[in-house]
């Protein structure tokens, strides 16, 4: 077995709408049905019993050693405690070749289970030893490293059941929720709207004390101090006993309770001073509380109690810690909901104070305290109290966060209990912190945990809001970005900042981020996270959604302009029109239960995606008697079609005419595959409830020409002869070309042609077919890049396509693009067309504009409109 290449599909792809790594992965003949190798199945299940029966899923059909490894590498990321549940693997045309995908959450502990699992597997076939365990320890320590924290997570997971998409931006725990203009930002449990200068004032104990005193807020008296003179000095004039610890530190760190000697000062002071300045102040008696402010409200409370064990008369201290830390919910960091306790110089210290040390055995039932902090960081206890707290005790604690600024922020307070005012027992608030931890309140030791993640994310959108902007994505053979750039122009016109991708660029408003072919994920998500769009229009190509899939969850309108039978077929197991269809449908799998599918009616494998929509359906095509069309107007149901001289919209008794006169793209609808895009784009609009007049507007005001959609049915006259520059590439697109043209008025009618290496001969000789139908002469290049071909080959299969030609009378075959341009434009004579099918689109289109700028006669001008083929 030999995987030859893996990938990571991070959003809804081919195979599922999880996260997955994607490997190719290539068989030999004995490995292909396992059933005949059962010594295989038993040596796997000895080196890794979790893998399950390989045979259950597939009786009767062959288990190859693909499957195995898919089923294993999903078992692996199981056992080391991933929530995943998804593996499918899938033959592909070539024998012996498998695509298998496998479901993951952290994308780094799914590489490396796939990797395993290969290992696994070689293993079980050749009868080697694995360590299985080992395997399962590595991948658990990665998820944990990588995976994040239970903050965070609780925020993100109350985000996703809100419907909030989020993307994590960094190995630690910068999120952003929401796209677009509605975006926020967390940092744990730290949301962007608070302030650097309130997390500075929380970070200064000694201020925060003096901001909360002037407030009313009660607090124990205490100052800073330089030296553990000063801090005697301080102790003895607060009173005993007194608190030491560093004035900007977290967690618990450097932090000695109730200090009363001068020998525990001198222990006390360096412990403190080694995580910044020292304070010391009063202690106050009572128990030690965090209550959680998010917001303007309490959200959760918890008593924290110290690391402790309680002695059975047997055990020495230091066993009793190994039997506390064998509890499933404590681990080393922060993941676990519970630290392990670590018997340490505080630990021992502590023991020391209590006549102790790690080999005494304690009497049974004796309480043995091993921290004076209640930290669960340093392995204390969290319980439950949220239903206990006291409103004046909530209120002085909302009080602190607001005197400090924080949107989040955890209280700490001192008191007997908090069922009573703080005032009548001499309680107090002892710290206020910034992005506190979350996990005592999610899962405490004791009692029910606390939905914190909801109130952190009812905070940051308001009721009804999930921070999302509408998405419309489009995919097709031909018309993309066409529709795209149509459909974008329309929103503008209703005053919205569009964010758009397509196969030109990234676009932002009216401003170019980037250049190029910008239709993959990565550039979709360029836009998602600008903060100024209010809407996404996406051209998503195919190419993308195999090589990462898409790059949002879901959108509110996806399109689908039509399934090309002669592109890209061939390539990445793509091989026949049905696959084709079944890659695009991923987007209309996508669209949300609340969004639409705007489909084209009249393509058979476009229509036949409806039923796969989870929202609702728009179709739109140029016949209204057709069956798709006709039976979902009678249902009631939204559709485009052209009527005449107007394209018409409606449902049920509702109407609405756009004659084709007011939208220049369509050229008074002479052009077929424009109208269609202007259908596609318009029923984008409608989708989204856009306002009749500024779809009006916007198809008025669309300008389609060689600035603004290079190499999209650019019109030039030059010398009185007409110039058609477009970057056609497949028979569809071609064919479409044909009937445009059969429209315009021309004499001698002629086109310049190559063909991409990566078409299939069929394909290549299929576009010069239609073309020896109707052009007179024909000029052949060859492509800059040839992709895999061998020299010259592209061309022979162009000329074999010519070969019963019924017009073509002249075919030349000219070395270099630009040569062949410049040869075929010296040829027009006025009242000729020519049609050019541009490789390098800018160079050439650059050329041809500067040609005719310089015409001597007639003064020539580029003017234009373009469509997507």
């Given at each position: 077995?030999?995987?030859?290449?893996?990938?990571?599909?991070?959003?809804?792809?081919?195979?599922?709408?999880?996260?997955?790594?994607?490997?190719?992965?290539?068989?030999?003949?004995?490995?292909?049905?396992?059933?005949?190798?059962?010594?295989?199945?038993?040596?796997?299940?000895?080196?890794?019993?979790?893998?399950?029966?390989?045979?259950?899923?597939?009786?009767?059909?062959?288990?190859?050693?693909?499957?195995?490894?898919?089923?294993?590498?999903?078992?692996?990321?199981?056992?080391?405690?991933?929530?995943?549940?998804?593996?499918?693997?899938?033959?592909?045309?070539?024998?012996?070749?498998?695509?298998?995908?496998?479901?993951?959450?952290?994308?780094?502990?799914?590489?490396?289970?796939?990797?395993?699992?290969?290992?696994?597997?070689?293993?079980?076939?050749?009868?080697?030893?694995?360590?299985?365990?080992?395997?399962?320890?590595?991948?658990?320590?990665?998820?944990?490293?990588?995976?994040?924290?239970?903050?965070?997570?609780?925020?993100?997971?109350?985000?996703?059941?809100?419907?909030?998409?989020?993307?994590?931006?960094?190995?630690?725990?910068?999120?952003?929720?929401?796209?677009g203009r509605k975006q926020r930002y967390i940092q744990a449990a730290e949301i962007d709207r608070t302030s650097a200068i309130a997390e500075s004032i929380a970070q200064d104990k000694d201020l925060t004390k003096k901001l909360l005193y002037a407030a009313g807020v009660p607090v124990p008296m205490g100052r800073p101090v330089g030296n553990v003179e000063?801090?005697?000095?301080?102790?003895?004039?607060?009173?005993?006993?007194?608190?030491?610890?560093?004035?900007?530190?977290?967690?618990?760190?450097?932090?000695?309770?109730?200090?009363?000697?001068?020998?525990?000062?001198?222990?006390?002071?360096?412990?403190?001073?080694?995580?910044?300045?020292?304070?010391?102040?009063?202690?106050?008696?009572?128990?030690?509380?965090?209550?959680?402010?998010?917001?303007?409200?309490?959200?959760?409370?918890?008593?924290?109690?110290?690391?402790?064990?309680?002695?059975?008369?047997?055990?020495?201290?230091?066993?009793?810690?190994?039997?506390?830390?064998?509890?499933?919910?404590?681990?080393?960091?922060?993941?676990?909901?519970?630290?392990?306790?670590?018997?340490?110089?505080?630990?021992?210290?502590?023991?020391?104070?209590?006549?102790?040390?790690?080999?005494?055995?304690?009497?049974?039932?004796?309480?043995?305290?091993?921290?004076?902090?209640?930290?669960?960081?340093?392995?204390?206890?969290?319980?439950?109290?949220?239903?206990?707290?006291?409103?004046?005790?909530?209120?002085?604690?909302?009080?602190?966060?607001?005197?400090?600024?924080?949107?989040?922020?955890?209280?700490?307070?001192?008191?007997?209990?908090?069922?009573?005012?703080?005032?009548?027992q001499h309680g107090g608030i002892v710290e206020v912190n910034a992005a506190p931890g979350l996990r005592m309140h999610i899962s405490p030791s004791f009692g029910r945990g606390r939905n914190v993640g909801r109130a952190v994310v009812e905070t940051l959108f308001p009721e009804g809001e999930n921070g999302r902007i509408p998405v419309v994505a489009i995919?097709?053979?031909?018309?993309?970005?066409?529709?795209?750039?149509?459909?974008?122009?329309?929103?503008?016109?209703?005053?919205?900042?569009?964010?758009?991708?397509?196969?030109?660029?990234?676009?932002?408003?009216?401003?170019?981020?980037?250049?190029?072919?910008?239709?993959?994920?990565?550039?979709?998500?360029?836009?998602?996270?600008?903060?100024?769009?209010?809407?996404?229009?996406?051209?998503?190509?195919?190419?993308?959604?195999?090589?990462?899939?898409?790059?949002?969850?879901?959108?509110q309108v996806g399109v689908v302009t039509n399934i090309g039978t002669g592109d890209h077929l061939g390539l990445n197991y793509i091989t026949t029109v049905e696959d084709l269809s079944v890659l695009k449908q991923v987007v209309v799998l996508n669209v949300a239960p609340t969004g639409t599918a705007v489909l084209n009616g009249m393509d058979p494998y476009?229509?036949?995606?409806?039923?796969?929509?989870?929202?609702?359906?728009?179709?739109?095509?140029?016949?209204?008697?057709?069956?798709?069309?006709?039976?979902?107007?009678?249902?009631?149901?939204?559709?485009?079609?052209?009527?005449?001289?107007?394209?018409?919209?409606?449902?049920?008794?509702?109407?609405?005419?756009?004659?084709?006169?007011?939208?220049?793209?369509?050229?008074?609808?002479?052009?077929?595959?424009?109208?269609?895009?202007?259908?596609?784009?318009?029923?984008?609009?409608?989708?989204?409830?856009?306002?009749?007049?500024?779809?009006?507007?916007?198809?008025?005001?669309?300008?389609?020409?060689?600035?603004?959609?290079?190499?999209?049915?650019?019109?030039?006259?030059?010398?009185?002869?007409?110039?058609?520059?477009?970057?056609?590439?497949?028979?569809?697109?071609?064919?479409?070309?044909?009937?445009?043209?059969?429209?315009?008025?021309?004499?001698?009618?002629?086109?310049?042609?190559?063909?991409?290496?990566?078409?299939?001969?069929?394909?290549?000789?299929?576009?010069?077919?239609?073309?020896?139908?109707?052009?007179?002469?024909?000029?052949?290049?060859?492509?800059?890049?040839?992709?895999?071909?061998?020299?010259?080959?592209?061309?022979?299969?162009?000329?074999?396509?010519?070969?019963?030609?019924?017009?073509?009378?002249?075919?030349?075959?000219?070395?270099?693009?630009?040569?062949?341009?410049?040869?075929?434009?010296?040829?027009?004579?006025?009242?000729?067309?020519?049609?050019?099918?541009?490789?390098?689109?800018?160079?050439?289109?650059?050329?041809?504009?500067?040609?005719?700028?310089?015409?001597?006669?007639?003064?020539?001008?580029?003017?234009?409109?373009?469509?997507?083929?």
């Amino acid at each position: 077995m030999e995987v030859t290449r893996i990938r990571a599909l991070r959003g809804p792809n081919l195979w599922t709408r999880h996260t997955a790594i994607e490997g190719i992965v290539n068989c030999a003949p004995s490995e292909l049905d396992l059933h005949a190798t059962p010594d295989f199945e038993r040596r796997l299940r000895e080196l890794f019993p979790s893998v399950g029966a390989l045979y259950a899923p597939h009786r009767g059909s062959p288990v190859s050693m693909a499957h195995a490894l898919a089923l294993t590498a999903l078992a692996l990321q199981a056992k080391a405690g991933c929530p995943v549940t998804f593996s499918r693997t899938t033959a592909t045309t070539t024998s012996g070749t498998f695509q298998v995908a496998v479901q993951y959450t952290v994308e780094d502990v799914g590489r490396l289970a796939f990797e395993k699992a290969q290992q696994l597997c070689r293993a079980a076939a050749e009868g080697t030893p694995f360590d299985t365990t080992a395997v399962l320890a590595e991948l658990h320590e990665l998820d944990g490293n990588k995976r994040l924290g239970p903050s965070t997570r609780s925020i993100v997971d109350a985000a996703v059941a809100r419907g909030v998409p989020y993307r994590r931006l960094t190995s630690g725990s910068l999120v952003r929720f929401g796209w677009g203009r509605k975006q926020r930002y967390i940092q744990a449990a730290e949301i962007d709207r608070t302030s650097a200068i309130a997390e500075s004032i929380a970070q200064d104990k000694d201020l925060t004390k003096k901001l909360l005193y002037a407030a009313g807020v009660p607090v124990p008296m205490g100052r800073p101090v330089g030296n553990v003179e000063e801090a005697w000095a301080a102790a003895q004039a607060l009173g005993f006993p007194v608190v030491v610890k560093p004035q900007d530190s977290n967690q618990g760190k450097g932090v000695t309770v109730g200090v009363s000697t001068r020998e525990q000062m001198q222990a006390a002071f360096p412990a403190a001073a080694l995580h910044g300045h020292v304070m010391v102040e009063k202690y106050l008696p009572g128990h030690d509380f965090r209550l959680l402010v998010v917001g303007n409200r309490l959200a959760a409370a918890a008593r924290r109690d110290p690391p402790l064990v309680i002695g059975d008369g047997v055990h020495t201290v230091r066993a009793l810690i190994d039997e506390v830390n064998k509890d499933p919910r404590r681990g080393t960091g922060h993941e676990s909901s519970l630290t392990q306790i670590r018997l340490n110089s505080i630990a021992e210290a502590r023991l020391a104070s209590q006549g102790l040390t790690p080999d005494s055995i304690p009497t049974p039932g004796q309480c043995v305290i091993l921290r004076n902090n209640a930290n669960l960081s340093t392995g204390g206890t969290a319980t439950d109290v949220t239903d206990n707290v006291h409103p004046e005790v909530a209120a002085r604690a909302i009080e602190a966060a607001q005197m400090v600024g924080l949107d989040i922020c955890g209280v700490d307070v001192v008191c007997e209990t908090v069922n009573k005012p703080l005032e009548e027992q001499h309680g107090g608030i002892v710290e206020v912190n910034a992005a506190p931890g979350l996990r005592m309140h999610i899962s405490p030791s004791f009692g029910r945990g606390r939905n914190v993640g909801r109130a952190v994310v009812e905070t940051l959108f308001p009721e009804g809001e999930n921070g999302r902007i509408p998405v419309v994505a489009i995919t097709g053979t031909n018309g993309k970005t066409t529709t795209v750039r149509l459909a974008a122009h329309l929103f503008a016109a209703q005053g919205l900042c569009v964010g758009m991708t397509n196969t030109d660029g990234i676009y932002i408003g009216d401003h170019e981020i980037d250049t190029g072919d910008c239709s993959g994920p990565q550039s979709a998500r360029r836009v998602l996270a600008h903060p100024d769009v209010d809407v996404a229009v996406l051209e998503t190509a195919r190419g993308g959604i195999l090589r990462e899939g898409l790059a949002f969850d879901r959108c509110q309108v996806g399109v689908v302009t039509n399934i090309g039978t002669g592109d890209h077929l061939g390539l990445n197991y793509i091989t026949t029109v049905e696959d084709l269809s079944v890659l695009k449908q991923v987007v209309v799998l996508n669209v949300a239960p609340t969004g639409t599918a705007v489909l084209n009616g009249m393509d058979p494998y476009v229509s036949k995606m409806a039923s796969h929509c989870p929202g609702k359906v728009i179709f739109f095509g140029r016949d209204i008697h057709h069956p798709v069309m006709a039976t979902h107007r009678a249902q009631g149901k939204r559709v485009v079609f052209r009527d005449d001289d107007a394209i018409v919209c409606a449902q049920g008794a509702f109407s609405h005419r756009l004659p084709l006169a007011q939208i220049p793209l369509t050229h008074n609808g002479l052009i077929g595959f424009q109208v269609d895009n202007a259908m596609a784009s318009i029923g984008a609009a409608w989708a989204l409830d856009t306002p009749w007049d500024a779809i009006e507007r916007g198809l008025a005001t669309f300008v389609s020409d060689s600035a603004s959609a290079p190499g999209r049915f650019n019109v030039f006259d030059y010398r009185g002869a007409t110039i058609i520059a477009d970057y056609g590439h497949n028979p569809d697109a071609i064919a479409a070309l044909v009937r445009a043209t059969h429209e315009m008025p021309g004499n001698r009618r002629s086109v310049v042609i190559s063909g991409a290496g990566d078409r299939r001969d069929q394909d290549l000789r299929a576009q010069t077919e239609i073309l020896g139908n109707a052009f007179d002469d024909v000029f052949l290049y060859q492509d800059a890049c040839q992709r895999g071909r061998a020299d010259g080959e592209v061309l022979t299969l162009l000329h074999q396509g010519l070969k019963n030609a019924r017009r073509t009378r002249k075919v030349e075959e000219i070395h270099g693009e630009f040569i062949a341009i410049n040869h075929a434009m010296d040829q027009l004579q006025p009242g000729d067309l020519c049609l050019i099918l541009v490789d390098q689109v800018d160079e050439a289109l650059a050329l041809i504009k500067e040609r005719v700028a310089t015409a001597p006669e007639p003064t020539a001008t580029a003017t234009g409109t373009t469509a997507t083929v």
